[in-house]
């Protein structure tokens, strides 16, 4: 029999086409609540639904003293639900040191490199992963406040490529008082207590009192504007599309765009074309707020050229000409 | 001579098109740094630019016990400034009570509609009024929590009729800062302190809390996020003006809309269509997100008419029909 939860994440797969005619989903599971619940509900949904699950993926990142313990629950719980489960092990700190990233972003990286060849290797079009309502109301007002942008506003995707988020409209406590009247278990990370994490002190310190000042859980609220603004940013996106057509070429050392055209843009769709042409010439490295800006000034007739990252910009013959750093004459 | 502050003052008067060639601006003074800052900012300015200061206006609330205080010291400044100044006392409690109004929300219409009116009568077309960085990272944020949004998110404006807020991209700090270099005074607002209000503690607890997250004041980044989610609001506002014009009729008891044309618009478009048409059927009441969801449930065919505030609306001969509440069989 299928539970009110069900039913609320069985809505949110549809609202979002999360899932098509015969998809068969490998479930990534951590052995942390929310995971655990996906991977129960996505079971139950399969035997009403036109879908399957067709195994579970654990990476262990060996940088938890629960780490092996996680995994062993794991284990436990694909063996309970007679499903197939894929376990790795990630050598993070080395990975993080060799690309010069942080712990959680290598971490983040192996994880779904690991989950996409995982998905090849069993024939799975979809891979679910468990981010919450939780998950997506924190990482707003973390972008919020580092200044992101309508792009960080948008939040967590429901679905980007073959990877699929059925629990981001419900809450972290729904699915936790769902396991408990389920009389299922999950393995607690006693690193999410840990306040020197900034997500952490956001979630334990700064949700909580936001919640005082408002007399009610604000994670609804701020889910529901990410939803909003989500949809207003991928509308604008695919105006761009036809305005990258029509004014951008690529050849030679870098990217080229035609002046008027791009000067003669509203802003909102002017920011974005630029900001995609910025990202194709970084490639890896992060293109900010400030970079698109100072293309912008380059476009109202302010100085002669200007550095991005991956390369520089300058104006000639009617181009705004991008060109790549190997290329360009720094 | 113009200090630093000054120029960023005056820096976002131009970026935003704050005041005209010749434009006389009447400037809204409480007392407190804010204002006091604005009047001396714009007083030094407009001897430097080619607009003129006409006067200075207080309301007296007659709200707190240093109402009467603050409305001496605002009356010396503009003695000391050789400007004319238009005072009024305000009845509160009384409106508030009459429209049914918190006593914020009727502070804030009393002293809008004494401004615009003295304007009227010295012939002002600016307003000025001082809304700071401060004030915009609070309303942002507060909104967010609260659900508003793109709209809400957008946050206060710089300019809106003839009121503009030259403030808007300077912190509170740096007013203050600068008014003591100067050598110059305000009044503190003793009730800025009380945390039983809302804005009070996120100013107060939450944005401290926030700012030790990210090791850095997040109100600067906030402003930012508002600014840009104000010029896609803008433009995606500006898109729906055709659209209004090509699909919407008035007339009879209410409002059409021609309903093959309103289910073929862009989600983030039909979106704001819809909230116009109910905003204009509920007159002073208020519209919200579940108005629009519940009006675009019934544009997907899902049952036959949905009450909605100052009406309802309904599918009639290919058309959605709002009808105002006096002329339904309601």
């Given at each position: 029999l299928l539970t009110g939860l069900h039913q609320q994440v069985r809505r949110t797969i549809h609202r979002h086409g999360l899932l098509a005619e015969g998809s068969r989903v490998l479930v990534a599971v951590s052995g942390g609540s929310d995971s655990v619940a996906l991977t129960r509900l996505l079971r139950d949904l399969a035997e009403h639904g036109s879908f399957t699950v067709v195994g579970l993926a654990h990476m262990n990142h060996g940088l938890r003293t629960t780490s092996d313990r996680d995994e062993a629950f794991c284990r436990d719980l694909a063996r309970h639900l007679g499903l197939p489960i894929q376990v790795a092990q990630g050598r993070v700190l080395e990975y993080a040191a060799e690309h010069r990233l942080s712990t959680e972003e290598a971490a983040r990286t192996i994880r779904y490199s690991f989950l996409e060849d995982r998905a090849t290797a069993v024939g799975a079009d979809r891979i679910a992963v468990?981010?919450?309502?939780?998950?997506?109301?924190?990482?707003?007002?973390?972008?919020?406040?580092?200044?992101?942008?309508?792009?960080?506003?948008?939040?967590?995707y429901p679905r980007r490529g073959r990877v699929i988020r059925p629990l981001l409209e419900v809450s972290r406590s729904a699915l936790r008082a769902w396991l408990e009247r389920q009389g299922a278990s999950w393995m607690e990370d006693e690193t999410n207590e840990d306040i020197s994490n900034p997500r952490n002190r956001l979630r334990l310190r700064v949700l909580p009192e936001l919640a005082e000042v408002l007399g009610g859980d604000p994670r609804r609220a701020i889910a529901q504007v990410a939803a909003l603004v989500r949809e207003d940013s991928e509308w604008l996106e695919s105006q761009v599309d036809t305005h990258v057509e029509r004014l951008v070429r690529r050849g030679g050392a870098g990217i080229q765009a035609d002046l008027?055209?791009?000067?003669?843009?509203?802003?909102?769709?002017?920011?974005?074309?630029?900001?995609?042409?910025?990202c194709e010439l970084a490639g890896q490295a992060e293109v900010g707020f400030e970079h698109v800006e100072a293309v912008r000034a380059l476009l109202r007739g302010k100085g002669g050229a200007v550095d991005v990252p991956g390369g520089r910009v300058e104006l000639s013959a009617g181009m705004l000409v991008l060109i790549e750093r190997k290329a360009s004459s720094k």
């Amino acid at each position: 029999l299928l539970t009110g939860l069900h039913q609320q994440v069985r809505r949110t797969i549809h609202r979002h086409g999360l899932l098509a005619e015969g998809s068969r989903v490998l479930v990534a599971v951590s052995g942390g609540s929310d995971s655990v619940a996906l991977t129960r509900l996505l079971r139950d949904l399969a035997e009403h639904g036109s879908f399957t699950v067709v195994g579970l993926a654990h990476m262990n990142h060996g940088l938890r003293t629960t780490s092996d313990r996680d995994e062993a629950f794991c284990r436990d719980l694909a063996r309970h639900l007679g499903l197939p489960i894929q376990v790795a092990q990630g050598r993070v700190l080395e990975y993080a040191a060799e690309h010069r990233l942080s712990t959680e972003e290598a971490a983040r990286t192996i994880r779904y490199s690991f989950l996409e060849d995982r998905a090849t290797a069993v024939g799975a079009d979809r891979i679910a992963v468990g981010h919450t309502r939780d998950d997506q109301a924190e990482t707003v007002l973390m972008k919020l406040v580092r200044g992101a942008g309508p792009v960080g506003l948008s939040g967590i995707y429901p679905r980007r490529g073959r990877v699929i988020r059925p629990l981001l409209e419900v809450s972290r406590s729904a699915l936790r008082a769902w396991l408990e009247r389920q009389g299922a278990s999950w393995m607690e990370d006693e690193t999410n207590e840990d306040i020197s994490n900034p997500r952490n002190r956001l979630r334990l310190r700064v949700l909580p009192e936001l919640a005082e000042v408002l007399g009610g859980d604000p994670r609804r609220a701020i889910a529901q504007v990410a939803a909003l603004v989500r949809e207003d940013s991928e509308w604008l996106e695919s105006q761009v599309d036809t305005h990258v057509e029509r004014l951008v070429r690529r050849g030679g050392a870098g990217i080229q765009a035609d002046l008027a055209g791009v000067q003669a843009l509203p802003t909102p769709l002017q920011r974005r074309l630029l900001r995609r042409a910025l990202c194709e010439l970084a490639g890896q490295a992060e293109v900010g707020f400030e970079h698109v800006e100072a293309v912008r000034a380059l476009l109202r007739g302010k100085g002669g050229a200007v550095d991005v990252p991956g390369g520089r910009v300058e104006l000639s013959a009617g181009m705004l000409v991008l060109i790549e750093r190997k290329a360009s004459s720094k």
